[in-house]
């Protein structure tokens, strides 16, 4: 490590300075920020096309919170005293009626309702360190068997893959998403590349887009190795370097960086205001600013990380936080990293890798979407390569800051607070010995078979440790079908689901009635997820007429209820995405009680689940739990008692 040397800059070639505008460095945030991305050109007319986002009518809205509550109720008398607030909010002289005529007015105003209040709230004014809980990671199956096996082999695949599927976005040959239903809002694209989320001295973060210059120009990308940032040309001359190409710069930026650097990028995942005071000091040197300038506007990046992981576990923790040692309570891991970027590879030493994701306007689709066709081009030994040009491409250009003893301090203290974070995570995984092929054939959807797991085995595990549920499940739904939809919640946790629960042990209840109770808490989950992917659920909603107070009008008591306020408490926070290249992906929890439940289902062979929580939870308890309660509900249905152990 170098972290006690005199103020640390090497210029190997001097390196260009252009005139940077400091304030899209340092802020005030641009008001019209959200605009710098542009469209994505055969993406365009969704504008015109798609719906807006509804504002669902009060009445139905208060009707679902309503329900929603009952499972949660510690008592009756605590469910009527909310149900009694839940109805003066919505009467006639109650404050719902005028905060939905603002909200109304707002979404004639608007494109998006939710839009600026989701970005703000959401993620941009989140202030705590996006790793761990934000930042999202997806980790890939191995190298393909016909291609090089080294890990500068596997970064330039991966680089060629991904300049490949930029070049087709960017030229309009990326299909929509979608549903035999409809298209669904590609507007986050547009954040994929060439993008970088900016730290706010003022308490709120922006994303900042360099997409609307010549897209040649733009097509570096930004290396990371020992810490060190290089500057590598993919496109050059209009053309998309051959992976062979690709392959030897990366291999030079290897040999050339044998030395560890100053860890500069742990600085992005520190607390966002203690991120953008040390954003803003190294900005204020002219040769710095033009450096995180050229990160910003880079394609995406790389980060040639120095771990060999091997168990899933291993690999998910590489990917999530990096590296850590115990030793020094430093996370050197995060120091190879740049965390604010939306895309950015991880290449291990042993040619393993994945991508770690910023969330703030970008949700995990886009970006899972990208990397599976990526993955599959390389996996199809007909994909092209690309051949290499007669003439050498440039070499990679390292970018080296200037580290005065404000960044060196900065960066002792981002690596310590960054130990502190990721040791306080523990994480399980399990994969079940059957998977969609087996539920489909018991005519049940896969994704509330997953759900009823997850109920059933933290019933178990609240029962074992005599403990009361004190919150819900958080299950994303996309709303994608308006024009710029994100997410609804569904609120998983019903009267069905949870008699289900309580009948599969019971001893009294038999197979064949638990059978009927599953059957009524699937279809229960099933009406839950298509309204909320309509935009009719409870929690947008219901922010949203809380956010249309005016300052001095009281917050209503129904907002400050004990009961409505635990139904939002999110102890689950569930999700699903598939690619079969992911043998690994998650995320962490959002309350301190809490799990991260990262699941897939799409494999016919296999349930996948990833469970993320703080180390005094009890994370491996749970798994066990869900394990469990996998192989019971198969027995269940093909009445073969341990048939699937």
Known sequence: ????????????????????????????????????????????????????????????????????????????????????????????????????????????????????????????????????????????????????????????????????????????????????????????????????????????????????????????????????????????????????????????????????????????????????????????????????????????LISLDTDTPSSPIDHSRSLWHGSLSPSTSDAPGLKNRWVDKPVEFIVFDNARAGLLGEHSIMDGTPTARMCDEVLDWLADPAFDLGTPSAIPPPEPEPLDFVIDDTTRTAIDEASKAAYELAESQSMSYHLTSYGKAAIKAFRVSPDSWAQMIIQLAYARLLRARGLNREGGTYEAATTRKYWKGRTETIRVVTLQSDAFVLAMDDPHVSCEDRKQLFDAAAKAHIALAKTAGTGEGVDRHMLGLKLCLKEGEPVPELYNDALYKRSGNWVLSTSAIFSDHFPVYGWGEVVPEGFGVAYMTGYDDRLQYTVTSRKEMPNQEFMDEIARAAVDLYDLHAGQPKSML
């Open 1 to 300: 490590m170098l972290a006690r040397l005199p103020p640390f800059i090497v210029r190997r070639r001097p390196l260009s300075l252009r005139k940077i505008h400091m304030p899209s460095l340092t802020g005030p945030r641009p008001v019209d920020w959200k605009a710098a991305a542009p469209p994505i050109p055969n993406f365009a007319p969704q504008h015109d096309s798609l719906p807006r986002l509804p504002v669902p009518n009060l009445t139905a809205t208060l009707e679902r919170l309503k329900t929603s509550l009952l499972p949660l109720a510690h008592s009756e008398a605590e469910f009527s005293d909310a149900a009694k607030k839940i109805d003066a909010f919505g009467s006639h002289a109650g404050p719902g009626n005028l905060l939905q005529s603002r909200l109304l007015q707002r979404a004639n105003e608007r494109e998006h309702w939710l839009e600026e209040w989701w970005d703000n709230l959401g993620y941009l004014g989140y202030r705590d360190s996006v790793v761990v809980n934000v930042s999202y990671y997806y980790g890939f199956d191995g190298q393909p068997a016909h291609l090089p096996q080294s890990p500068a082999a596997r970064a330039a695949g991966l680089a060629r893959g991904a300049l490949v599927f930029r070049q087709k976005l960017l030229s309009g040959q990326v299909s929509p998403d979608g549903t035999k239903e409809g298209q669904f809002c590609m507007d986050t694209y547009r954040w994929m590349f060439n993008c970088c989320r900016i730290p706010g001295l003022y308490g709120l973060d922006w994303s900042v887009s360099h997409a609307g210059f010549k897209a040649d120009d733009l097509g570096y990308i930004i290396i990371v190795r020992r810490n060190r940032f290089w500057k590598l040309k993919g496109i050059v001359n209009g053309r998309i370097l051959s992976m062979a190409e690709l392959e030897k710069c990366i291999q030079h930026i290897y040999d050339s960086t044998t030395d560890e650097y100053p860890g500069v990028g742990v600085l992005t995942a520190s607390n966002r205001d203690v991120w953008a005071k040390d954003h803003a000091h190294l900005a204020a040197n002219p040769h710095n600013a033009s450096i995180l300038h050229t990160i910003h506007s880079s394609t995406f």
